[in-house]
C-alpha cells in the first residue's frame, strides 16, 4: 500500500522496486506474516481482536474479506491464492470466549483499534513477483 501512495502504482516495475538484502528481507517475511495474523477473520488474530471489540458481529466480517482477497488474487500476482484456499476453508468458525458478557474497557478498545490500524499499515495485498531470470525462478518480494 505505501508502494501506491509513494509512486502512485500498484504493480511492481523494474525502475522503482528495492531488491533486498537478507537482513531486510527477514524484516519485510516478519511484517508479511504479522499481516496476514492480523487479517480479521476466523482464527487469526485479527478475528480475535474483532471478535473482542465487536462482538457476534465479526461473524458478518467473513464474507467482505473473502470477497476482498479473492479480487486481490484476480486483480494482481496470485500470491493470496493459498491464503485464500485456507480461509475459505478454516477461517469461518471462531471461539467463543469463557467471559462473552463483559465489554472491553477503554484501554483495551483503544488497543483493538491500534491492532487493526497495525493491520492496515502492514498488510501487503501483492506479496510476491515472480520474475524469471537466467532460465530460474526469482522470488523477490514486491516493494
Do not use: C
Not at 34 to 44: A, C, E, K, V
Not at 67 to 77: D, G, M, N, P
Not at 82 to 87: D, K
Amino acid at each position: 500500500m505505501s508502494k501506491r501512495l509513494i509512486f502512485g502504482e500498484w504493480l511492481p516495475s523494474a525502475h522503482l522496486d528495492v531488491y533486498l538484502n537478507s537482513l531486510a528481507w527477514a524484516g519485510w517475511t516478519g511484517l508479511f506474516v504479522t499481516g496476514l495474523n492480523l487479517l480479521p477473520i476466523g482464527q487469526l488474530d485479527g478475528g480475535h481482536v474483532l471478535y473482542a471489540l465487536i462482538g457476534e458481529r465479526a461473524k458478518q466480517s467473513y464474507l467482505p474479506v473473502i470477497v476482498l482477497l479473492t479480487a486481490l488474487t484476480l486483480f494482481t500476482s496470485g500470491g493470496m491464492l493459498l491464503i485464500l484456499v485456507l480461509l475459505i476453508l478454516f477461517g469461518r468458525a471462531h471461539a467463543v470466549p469463557l467471559d462473552n458478557v463483559t465489554r472491553l474497557d477503554p484501554r483495551r478498545r483503544l488497543y483493538a483499534v491500534a491492532t487493526l490500524v497495525i493491520f492496515a499499515i502492514v498488510f501487503v495485498p501483492m506479496p510476491l513477483t515472480v520474475r524469471e531470470s537466467a532460465g530460474l525462478f526469482d522470488f523477490s518480494p514486491s516493494a
